[in-house]
């Protein structure tokens, strides 16, 4: 079954970042060295190699988790930093494995033990950097920020729904009109993220039309597609192809309205220039 796809603007290309990748390496000699252990039967071992395979397998997945946000949170325009600072939290506990590793399970002595967790939380904070923690809520004027990401959540929300209801969806036309709104619809968002100073009228749109979009398929959805008759799926298809001109309308709305707030910005630095 089709499914909509994730919009990502081409004049803006997603920003790249570092993986945890070498995290993960460094549990390929711990997992080997617990599994020695438990060859050998050597309990002691077995478990010290256990916890600190746990420790840096913990430290890998949530720096990967604090990387995932971290892209998020940079490929958006209007967006509130992390909440939980998962890459700083990994980073520290990357110390505290290493320590214990060393010191606990190696048998190293503890200066130097330190100095290892030290080189590591360092090396990591080097290579990962912190949590981002400046929330970009850029002053809209007398528009609240808060009101713009609830609103922009909230149709986001209505869209899962629309594209979760999709794939029990067998009519194969309809799924594809719904996939094309959806579509569009995350255009209108990605627009409305990149300038929210239309989000008082945008929102009545997003309400209308992703509400009620959301609201037909999860009907259709609850039915069997069987007992629907020819004539409702036509007038199903015939309201899919509205949307879709409605939603070109709005998109096309917003982007000229953009064109417009240029054109005046250009009309001003004109007339500052010549004074």
């Known amino acids: 079954m089709s499914k909509a796809k994730r919009y990502i603007p081409t004049d803006k290309p997603a920003l790249k970042y570092p993986n945890a990748t070498l995290l993960y390496i460094f549990l390929i000699p711990l997992f080997l060295a617990t599994i020695l252990a438990l060859i050998s039967i ?9 916890i600190s395979f746990v420790l840096f397998l913990t430290v890998a997945r949530l720096a ?6 971290e892209h998020e949170y940079q490929n958006k325009t209007l967006t509130k930093a992390p909440k939980v ?9 990357l110390g505290a494995a290493t ?11 503890f200066t130097k ?5 030290l080189i590591a939380t360092i090396g990591y904070f ?6 981002p923690k400046k929330d970009k809520l850029d002053n809209l004027g007398d528009i609240s920020a808060e009101f ?3 609103t922009i959540h909230e149709a986001k929300t209505k869209i899962a729904s629309i594209q979760e209801d999709m794939q029990e969806i067998g009519d194969t036309l309809l799924r594809d009109k719904l996939s094309n709104a959806v579509h569009k619809a995350e255009n209108i968002l990605q627009t409305i993220q990149e300038d929210p100073k239309d989000i008082r009228v945008a929102r009545k749109f997003l309400i209308v039309y992703i509400d009620g979009l959301e609201k037909v398929t999860n009907a259709y959805t609850e039915l069997d597609e069987k007992d629907i008759t020819p004539q409702t799926k036509q007038k199903i298809h015939t309201l899919m192809d509205d949307v879709e ?3 070109d309308k709005e998109l096309s709305r917003l982007k000229n309205n953009n064109q417009f707030d240029l054109d005046v910005h250009i009309d001003t630095l004109k007339e500052q220039i010549k004074h």
Do not use: N, Q
């Not at 990967?64 to 946000?69: P, T």
């Not at 320590?99 to 002595?109: C, I, K, M, W």
């Open 64 to 69: 990967k988790k604090g990387l995932i946000l």
């Open 148 to 150: 713009v990401l609830e």
């Open 85 to 93: 600072p998962y890459k700083t939290i990994a980073g520290y506990l």
């Open 126 to 131: 080097m290579l990962y950097g912190f949590d």
């Open 113 to 117: 033990s330190i100095f290892l967790a």
């Open 245 to 247: 001109k409605r939603f």
């Open 42 to 50: 050597d309990i002691k071992a077995f478990i010290l190699s256990g």
């Open 99 to 109: 320590l214990f590793t060393a010191y606990v399970a190696g048998g190293e002595p």
